[in-house]
């Protein structure tokens, strides 16, 4: 009966494909801007197409805003705050938000279906993460707008006025969310720039903030590269930047408001360590690991990138670790089966795939799982790395992929040290049962988020954001209103 | 014949010991036509070795229990309260009437007193306990950001330094803070004062200069977490918040207006020198109903 | 004692996190099964399932009966594979073994003062050389449950063994009764003593104490086999029972085998549900695959 112990996956009862259906998903063939209410041709006349990062095929046109369409943009931001948004009672303001929450609710299949369509992700996460979180995020603010004094003992709280808001590719509909509900609830109004890869969901989003009812010119949206983004962050009428990205762009743009009055809050990057001590449950623990690192392609800025597991279970986790990899399906994102989907541009495959070959050739040895991967669109088997170190660029730079950098300790100082010897600090994971153990790691992490014996979960009560270069201000719960108002 | 009196060697605060700048220099701040002293003219290495002292000095400051750090800070003000009239005297010295050097003397024992209270108190105005959809338990807290740059006022010599480090210790972190040019006498009586108090060594750490030489080595240093421009030159806030870009320090800017007020204190001065943490932990799920599992 | 050597201390068994395993079983659950995948799962199904009458009003009509609806599962579609056993009191072993002469059906006995386990150990021995004399293929012991709870780890160990000593050549199925454990710690902790012990299946449930099984639970079984194998390299069978009466949740459990342990346990030599009433909801599924309409409950046959 001894057989060699190694587990089959590859084999046997396979599942057949279950696509999700796009017939009802709403789609034009072109986007317009959408400033002051209205549905805007760029100035420059220009248009850039965005792709299905799974088939490589063109889903629409996007408007792209120049200097002068974020000015308009801005302009219809202040008119709609001096003239509207300031003055409406904090408890309509509200209403309207709300509103917002449940249109989304509404039409969540739809907005899941496009964002797997536009960024590659599987649908599974679209339609079980992001569509309702952000859907919460709306709830949430909105009964705050009329509540506000109370976040905020012995202090009357102001608004800013115009927001600019600059979001990522990894979460666009989740993200624009993050950003347009707490500003609205606070009072402020919003030009909010979609990334250039993933631009539909945040038009879906206007079609519902249009459908709102919502004042002209209260939440105004734009398309564009960086130089549109600079357009926002050098307006001399914003008030407010938020932004979420890379720490290199993080930084430019806070050199760019050096010497305004203009408040920002970054969210950047991160390298975040999940540390498993032999005393974990371990299977959770791998459970958690794989949610860490391979949730949304690894596009995740609080990615578990770097796995600590204590020596003494390293081998026993390393291969439950490998069998559970065995498992995950990687494919077409609209598969209501597919684990990891499709990479969201080709540019962001090339940086993965040049840090693995960086991680092979720093002799880091690789495992990926052995499923197959269609023949079109950007893909990346979910992929760790064993033979790293704290030097290893693999372990040291943020890969915003699939890729986990694995490496053991011994003792509970030695893992401290190794996980906060990085200068991000955004999230963390610690796995033990011991609760004392637990309260030190959390305590001891120098990471805006900490996880304990769990990982990647998001709230819209709960604050999120970093430490050191992982940037500054909060998003989400109480914490989240502070970044908008003057108190 | 009148006793020959002694007078003060004027020297910086590092690491609980109070060096002379490495640099051997000094500069002589004047007020009216009066020499105020000899004093030092710290440098860039001094501040480097400043910025070594606060960091090894933040698990002893930020580890004490915030009681604990409360009563330090109160310790503070209790040692002042008793050299009173030694800072009175300076603050005349160095210009200021009786009266005014009085209040001033005051109002930064009380400013201490204020922000000792809050040690044991602030976390538990700016936490929340997070009521999440799933089964988590999870709550946000503030933590100290670690080690602080305070470029105190130039126009205040001891409240003005008081008013920023207080809240800055109350939050757990540990500071270098430059002095005012023109009037540092009272700041380093005051390290004297730090260093009779219980506060362990390298926590505060005083130095006084020029800020044309150190502000660029304050606001750029990687291993300094935020910095407290006290102050209204828009050039030199210019260049302390573009500096401090490279590893994204927080940068508050306070005005020195107002400095006797009460409307300066509030804890909102210590939020701006803490981080907020969001932990995570899973809530088992069996209830004594028998719901099972 | 046990035909396995390998000893642990089982007061230090593996952690479990229940909100991670209910993580986990989220994800099982949100497998989309359909078409071809579906009608194979649902064939496996079939052949996994234990036909089961557990009653004290059984009698030998009841017994014949419920033998022939292992046979003959439903006239209409006689390609389909037939179950893996029937599973009866011991008295009524002999016959049921008679019934199934000339099938490859198992005849599966409960044994050791089912369903609570509240008697000597030389009276569950006797239950069960009862059940293996009469022809059982296999034997369903429960575990001293009282025992467990009072620490008494290495008593419930040695029992398992004795009683796998007394089994011959039948196979042993470990029924822990995981709704009298109360944490999945404890059925963690329970699952690895009846491995150890000897136990060729453990099994979730009686079918008399709610809850029975569910998926939470048999994730922490399955683990349980999983770490035993990578230890040892040698397999051990898993059976849910109780509370599994439709086809969309056997093929969730399906699910979980196969990504737990891979395809190697997907057969009914690893793998097995108790149930009763779930065969006729495979069926209905089976036949609306194959024809493309919703079935009614009265074209399949209710023994």
């Known amino acids: ?329 990687v494919g077409d994102p609209l598969d209501k089966n597919t684990d990891i989907g499709a990479i969201n541009s080709k540019e962001q495959l090339g940086t993965i795939n040049h840090f693995i070959k960086t991680g092979k050739d720093e002799g880091a040895e690789m495992y990926q799982n052995s499923c197959s991967l269609p023949d079109k669109g950007y893909w990346c088997r979910p992929t760790l790395f064993t033979n790293v170190s704290q030097s290893s660029k693999i372990v040291q730079e943020e890969i915003f992929g699939p890729v986990l950098a694995v490496q053991t300790f011994r003792t509970i100082d030695e893992v401290i040290s190794k996980a906060n010897n990085t200068p991000y600090g955004l999230s963390a994971g610690v796995w033990t049962d011991k609760g004392s153990k637990i309260f030190n790691l959390t305590s001891q992490m120098k990471a805006g988020i900490v996880w304990a014996n769990t990982y990647n979960k998001f709230d819209p009560t709960s604050p999120f954001g970093g430490y050191k270069e992982s940037g500054f201000g909060r998003e989400g719960g109480l914490h989240g209103l502070k970044p908008y108002l003057k108190i | 014949m009148d006793r020959v009196e002694i007078l003060k060697t004027y020297k910086i605060y590092i690491g609980g010991a109070f060096p002379r700048t490495e640099s051997g220099r000094y500069y002589v701040p004047v007020h009216g036509n009066k020499q105020l002293g000899n004093i030092c003219l710290s440098s860039r290495k001094d501040f480097r070795n400043a910025v070594v002292a606060a960091r090894s000095a ?146 505060v750490n005083i130095l006084t200069g020029k800020r044309t030489e150190l502000l660029e080595h304050m606001a750029s240093h990687m291993d300094v977490n935020g910095f407290l421009y006290c102050g209204s030159d828009e050039e030199e806030i210019r260049k302390v918040q573009s500096l401090a870009v490279e590893n994204l320090k927080r940068v508050s800017i306070s005005t020195s207006e107002k400095l006797l007020s009460s409307e300066r204190q509030n804890p909102y001065c210590i939020e701006d020198f803490v981080e907020m943490k969001t932990t995570w932990h899973p809530i088992e799920i069996i209830s004594g109903s028998g719901s099972g599992y | 004692m046990g035909n396995k050597n390998k000893f642990s201390d089982f007061r230090v068994t593996a952690r479990i996190d229940q909100v991670g395993i209910g993580d986990r079983i989220a994800r099982i659950r949100s497998r989309s099964i359909k078409k071809e995948a579906k009608l194979q799962g649902l064939k496996m199904i079939l052949n996994m399932i234990d036909l089961t009458t557990l009653e004290g009003a059984d009698t030998t009509g009841k017994v014949q ?95 398992i063994a004795a009683v796998k000593e007394a089994c011959g050549k039948a196979r042993l199925k470990v029924i822990l009764e995981t709704g009298e454990l109360g944490s999945l710690d404890k059925v963690r902790r329970a699952s690895d003593i009846a491995i150890y012990a000897g136990a060729d299946f453990i099994k979730t449930s009686t079918g008399k104490i709610k809850p029975a099984a569910t998926l939470p639970v048999t994730c922490v079984m399955l683990e349980a086999i999983r770490d035993y194998f990578y230890e040892t390299g040698s397999m051990v069978g898993m059976k849910p029972a109780g509370g599994i009466s439709n086809a969309k949740l056997a093929l969730q459990y399906l699910m979980l085998v196969k990504e737990t342990l891979g395809n190697g346990w997907l057969s009914n030599e690893w793998f097995r549900y108790g149930a009763s009433s779930l065969a006729n909801d495979v069926l209905m599924q089976i036949e609306k695959q194959r024809t493309g309409i919703y079935q009614s409950k009265d074209y399949f046959s209710k023994d």
């Open chain 1, 1 to 329: 009966m001894a057989k060699s112990p190694k587990l089959e996956f590859d084999v046997g009862w396979d599942l057949s494909p279950a696509p999700e259906s796009t017939d009802h998903i709403n789609l034009k063939g072109q986007y317009d801007l959408f400033i002051n209410g209205k549905w805007t041709k760029p100035s420059s006349g220009k248009y850039f197409k965005t792709v299905n990062p799974a088939n490589e095929k063109v889903l629409a046109e996007i408007a792209e805003a120049n200097e002068k369409d974020i000015d308009k943009a801005v302009q219809a931001a202040r008119k709609a705050y001096v003239e509207v948004w300031s003055k409406m009672p904090a408890a309509e303001r509200g209403k309207y938000i709300y509103r917002i929450a449940r249109l989304i609710q509404e039409r969540a299949r739809e907005f899941a279906v496009i964002e797997s369509m536009d960024g590659g992700k599987a649908i599974r996460e679209s339609r079980d993460v992001d569509v309702p979180l952000a859907a919460g995020h709306f709830f949430y603010y909105a009964g705050w707008a009329d509540k506000l004094e109370y976040a905020f003992p012995n202090r009357r709280v102001h608004s800013l006025g115009v927001a600019g808001q600059i979001i990522p590719w990894n979460f666009p509909l989740l993200m624009a969310a993050w950003k347009i509900a707490p500003a609205l609830a606070t009072g402020n109004t919003v030009v909010i720039k979609s990334a250039e890869t993933t631009p539909l969901t945040l038009y879906k989003l206007a079609e519902v903030i249009e459908a709102s009812g919502i004042p002209p010119g209260v939440v105004n949206i734009v398309s564009g590269a960086g130089e549109t983004g600079a357009a926002i962050v050098n307006h001399p009428d914003v008030d407010k930047i938020a932004f979420t990205g890379s720490t290199g762009v993080g930084k430019i743009i806070q050199r760019a408001v050096v010497g305004t009055n203009k408040k920002t809050t970054l969210e950047l990057g991160g390298k975040a360590a999940n540390i498993i001590f032999e005393d974990a449950p371990l299977d959770q623990a791998v459970e958690g690991v794989i949610n860490g690192i391979y949730f949304n392609q690894g596009h995740v800025c609080c990615a578990g990138s770097r796995l600590f597991i204590q020596e003494s279970v390293s081998d026993l986790v390393l291969r439950k670790l490998k069998d559970r990899m065995e498992s995950l399906i």
């Open chain 2, 58 to 203: 933040c698990g002893k400051w930020s580890g004490k229990s915030a009681a604990n750090r409360s009563q330090v800070m109160y310790r503070i003000a209790e040692i002042l309260e008793g050299r009173k009239s030694q800072f009175v005297q300076e603050l005349q010295f160095q210009g200021s009437t009786k009266s005014k050097a009085e209040q001033e003397v005051h109002a930064s024992i009380d400013r201490l007193i204020y922000y000792a209270g809050w040690c044991d108190k602030f976390s538990q105005v700016f936490s929340s306990v997070n009521p999440v959809a799933s089964a988590h338990f999870n709550f946000t807290a503030p933590e100290p950001m670690g080690v602080i740059s305070i470029c105190a006022p130039e126009d205040s010599g001891l409240l003005g330094l008081v008013d920023a480090v207080a809240p800055v210790l109350a939050g757990g972190n540990t500071c270098v803070a430059l002095a005012s040019e023109g009037m540092p006498l009272c700041a380093i009586t005051f390290a004297e004062v730090l260093n009779a108090s219980d506060v362990p060594g390298g926590t």
């Open chain 3, 65 to 159: 009966q419920l033998c022939n609806k292992a046979k003959f599962l439903h006239a209409s579609n006689p390609e389909l594979p037939t179950v893996a056993a029937v599973c009866v009191y011991p008295n009524f072993v002999s016959q049921a073994k008679k019934e199934l002469e000339k099938t490859r059906i198992k005849v599966a006995s409960v044994a050791t003062a089912f369903p609570a386990g509240q008697s000597s150990m030389e009276v569950k021995i006797k239950d069960t050389k009862l059940a293996v004399d009469g022809g059982a293929d296999e034997v369903d012991m429960v575990i001293s449950r009282g025992r467990f709870h009072q620490g008494e780890y290495s008593y419930v160990y040695d029992e």
